[in-house]
């Protein structure tokens, strides 16, 4: 079985471009979850779709949305880029029911130069 | 909120055994615990739910006192391929994970 697959893998932009990352879940798995990880750090939560509804929301600002298409793959947008954003992205899969565990992709490294 | 790990790093020989800790100040409905090597995602070892319960995978096991609002992780007999940043992420309200800074684990020959 496939598992969580992210495109791209590694990504060089400038400040002020836009980026898109993308994200296809685990077959079967209706929920996408976002995570920003910078080094040394842990996982801070972006967003979470489930079934094409953005269910939660972390501590992020307007620049950062994403969607969730009806195949239930994902796409994280980041507008105006900061040199803070760059980080590992990451893409959690999961059934969408509570306490059901999170698979993690492999992750887009973003650059911001 | 944040759970908060300890310790922070710590360096094993192989065979030797470690608990790591993590803690909240919110109340938890479950606890997940991940291993990161470097370079890679992070990848589930097991997820604890309210009710205390114990869980085990292979030689890791871990605990959760919902009272305490702590989990711990415990590593018996420690490999080589044990090494990596352990991460715990815990639920509140809600279905985001809220992960600890981590716990670096060395284990050496």
């Known amino acids: 079985d496939a598992g969580v697959t992210q495109s791209p893998t590694h990504l060089i932009k400038t400040r002020g471009q836009h980026v898109t990352l993308r994200c296809s879940p685990i077959s079967g798995h209706k929920s996408v979850s976002w995570y920003q990880q910078v080094l040394g750090q842990g996982p801070q939560f972006i967003f979470q779709?489930?079934?094409?509804?953005?269910?939660g929301r972390g501590n992020f600002p307007d620049r950062f949305s994403a969607r969730q298409f009806p195949n239930y793959s994902s796409e994280l947008n980041v507008n105006a880029l900061l040199l803070g954003d760059s980080a590992l992205y990451l893409c959690a899969s999961s059934s969408g029911l509570s306490y059901n565990e999170q698979f993690f992709g492999p992750g887009t490294r973003l650059t911001v130069l | 909120q944040q759970p908060v790990q300890s310790p922070q790093a710590v360096i094993l020989r192989e065979g030797e055994d470690a608990v790591i800790n993590c803690s909240s100040s919110k109340a938890l409905y479950s606890v997940h615990w991940y291993r990161q090597k470097h370079g890679e995602a992070p990848v589930f070892l097991m997820i604890?739910?309210?009710?205390?319960e114990q869980k085990g995978h292979d030689k890791i096991s871990a605990s959760f006192n919902e009272k305490k609002q702590q989990s711990s992780l415990y590593l018996t007999a420690s490999q080589l391929s044990y090494s990596g940043t352990y991460f715990c992420?815990?639920?509140?309200?809600?279905?985001?994970?809220?992960f600890g800074k981590g716990t670096s684990l060395l284990v050496t020959p």
């Open positions: 992420g815990t639920e509140g309200s809600g279905y985001a994970l809220n």
């Open positions: 779709y489930y079934e094409k509804e953005e269910r």
């Open positions: 604890l739910l309210k009710g205390g």
